[in-house]
DNA sequence: CATAATGTACTAATGATAATAATACACTAC
DNA sequence: GTAGTGTATTATTATCATTAGTACATTATG
């Protein structure tokens, strides 16, 4: 697996936002453990032609959330969960989140049911990827 | 009750995505009926001290997104939620909110349990406030 | 019909920001 | 020492949110 970043240049979703997300994501699915090392900010930027500065900013953002470490020189790696921050601001902002879908989901004419289902649905997927074993290079 | 909405200026959320989101909650939550007159775009601009053009952006999207009908002359009403669409880019684009909540709260440390319950949880408050009556003025 | 109130459309200007570009610097591994 | 790493800086371009001002079309009211 050399490269799962996927970026849609035309998105209204800025690039180097894009990468946090997946990146995130492949954190919380498993498919990244703690240790794991990142794909250079060059090498990466070459590979998605961008600028080097748009993985850049995307990695500072990433190690500011506390899922990152970084050491210059050496490179960039999945951060030790025990030390991610999870304060009450986080919380807050956690719950607009939730707010702003069940808006959404309820102005769509979905039922309470449904919702549930569905976000149970999306968060099995998260668990399964976690615990089907760790595709590693 | 005069005006229910509050925007943030100095926020990164745009100040027309505030509205739509308030209006939208407020119809999800059932404080604003089937029917129910929103202000007239000058006058909500009035008060909010911000551009006519901003407010009439912001329900510009709430008519494409089926929550309101405009009808020039009389005003922006609350529409009727059978005439909504639900189609499968909604849904996916509801998927893809959700998945960005587990993903950020999977990397803050909490357990599934702990999201399921935190959804739950504010999934009541929007019902409840749909039954607990509506206050009309 | 006349007037006011409504939403809509258009053009222009300003400020913020995403992204690129080109360097240069600092640290680490070998 | 050399190569590879993240970081910092400055400049430039393009996009977009917002304001501003004006004008138009439709509807409600009398």
């Known amino acids: 697996m050399a490269l799962w970043i996927q970026i849609t240049p035309g998105s209204d979703e800025p690039i180097y936002l894009q990468i946090v997300e997946q990146v995130g994501e492949a954190i919380a699915k498993g498919q990244l453990a ?25 990695y500072t953002i990433l190690e500011q959330t506390g899922l990152v470490t970084t050491k210059t020189g050496s490179g960039t790696f999945v951060a ?12 807050n902002m956690l719950a607009d989140r939730i707010d702003g879908i069940l808006s959404r989901g309820l102005n769509l004419g979905l039922e309470s049911q449904d919702i549930i289902a569905m976000f149970k649905d999306r968060l099995e997927k998260f668990i399964k990827t976690r615990q089907g074993g760790r595709q590693k290079k």
């Open 80 to 91: 030790d969960p025990a030390l991610r921050s999870k304060d009450a601001a986080d919380i």
């Open 34 to 58: 703690v240790g794991d090392k990142l794909p250079a900010v060059r090498k990466l930027a070459s590979e998605l032609v961008i600028n080097p500065n748009t993985v850049a900013r995307a």
